[in-house]
């Protein structure tokens, strides 16, 4: 079996040159889209899939964090369920069925993603509940891209934010590779329970999944191990129009070559909401995946 190093792909670090002129700043993207199952999620997906002892792995996800524990289960040879909304993307969707596992639609409506898993797994009752990222497995999977971002020397780094897991792995590998970068979140403005965490000192829930454009983010809050580290590590957290994560999608596809889904985009779209906080900065943003429908991906670009 490998080891979550040998099994994943480096991250692709760009910096792109009219992007850069058009912003004024000196900017380094981190891209994530080029990884196994097209995000970030492919190292907390196989870095849990692969310490866990049981053979069969249920979780909830949008859709990039079920991609990437079915695909690792597949390598692995486990067996892998993947609730999911019924308003994830399509591509997502055929996606974690391509890769073997088990899709559960439901209407959130009608049934939260953690009540319709704990069903599951009333059903199967020795199969491992993954979280996309309240888990200390996850957190050290994605850790594994702070490490690569450690090798440089930003003045601040910006993380999408949706449950957490990406900015406390983040989080803990910068402070382990003694770089003091301020960590900036990214988080859309319709789902802000991270920034309104921050604010108040205490763990903040969404009354109901925020139908923000960004459906990585659509999340009801924090996890529990993320908020432990996010609470002393993280600078600050963006609120992120809707507007302006459509503007960044559009941008990165224009000046930055680069295919991106809503989520990925938001690092981009916090430099457009509050760009006096990042002048004269060497900034690292991250992309976190490109995973998006080929018509909403239309749509964003037309608009």
């Known amino acids: 079996m ?16 009219k992007l850069n002129t058009y912003l004024n700043l000196d900017l380094t993207i981190a891209t994530e889209t080029f990884q196994h199952t097209g995000s970030f999620k492919f190292r907390a997906g196989y870095n849990t899939a692969s310490k866990v002892a049981q053979e069969h792995l249920i979780t909830a996800s949008s859709g ?14 486990k067996r892998c369920h993947v ?12 996606s974690v069925r391509s890769y073997g596992a088990i899709v559960d639609l ?8 953690e ?8 059903e199967f009752p020795d199969a491992y509940k993954a979280s996309a990222y309240d888990d200390p497995l996850v957190i050290e999977g994605n850790s594994s891209l702070g490490d690569e971002i450690s090798q440089f020397d930003f003045d601040t780094v910006i993380v999408p934010v949706g449950g957490g ?11 382990r590779n003694g770089k003091n970068a301020a960590l900036i ?12 965490s921050l604010r108040n000192g205490e763990l903040v829930r969404n009354d109901s999944e925020p139908q923000t454009i960004a459906d990585g983010a659509r999340t009801l809050s924090l996890g529990k191990h993320n908020w432990e580290i996010i609470k002393d590590g993280v600078s600050e957290i963006v609120e992120v129009s809707e507007e302006n994560i459509r503007k960044a999608l559009q941008t990165l596809f224009g000046l930055a070559n680069l295919k991106v889904e809503p989520t990925g ?3 981009l779209g916090a430099i457009f909401q509050k760009p006096e906080i990042f002048s004269g900065k060497t900034v690292c943003v991250i992309v976190s995946g490109g995973n998006v429908d080929a018509e909403v991906y239309r749509r964003i670009l037309s608009s």
Not at 64 to 77: E, S, T, V
Not at 106 to 113: L, P
Not at 115 to 122: K, M, W
Not at 185 to 196: F, K, L, V, W
């Open 2 to 17: 490998k080891t979550l190093l040998e099994a994943i792909r480096p991250t692709v670090f760009l910096k792109p040159e």
């Open 64 to 77: 990039n964090f079920g991609q990437a524990l079915a695909y690792a289960c597949k390598i692995l040879g």
């Open 83 to 94: 609730v999911m909304p019924e308003t994830s993307a399509k591509v997502k969707i055929d």
């Open 106 to 113: 439901i209407d959130t409506a009608k049934v939260s993603r």
């Open 115 to 122: 009540d319709r898993v704990l069903q599951l797994l009333d």
């Open 165 to 175: 897991g990406l900015i406390s792995g983040t989080s803990l590998a910068l402070c």
């Open 185 to 196: 979140g990214a988080e859309p403005e319709m789902a802000n329970d991270a920034a309104r």
């Open 265 to 267: 985009a938001l690092g």
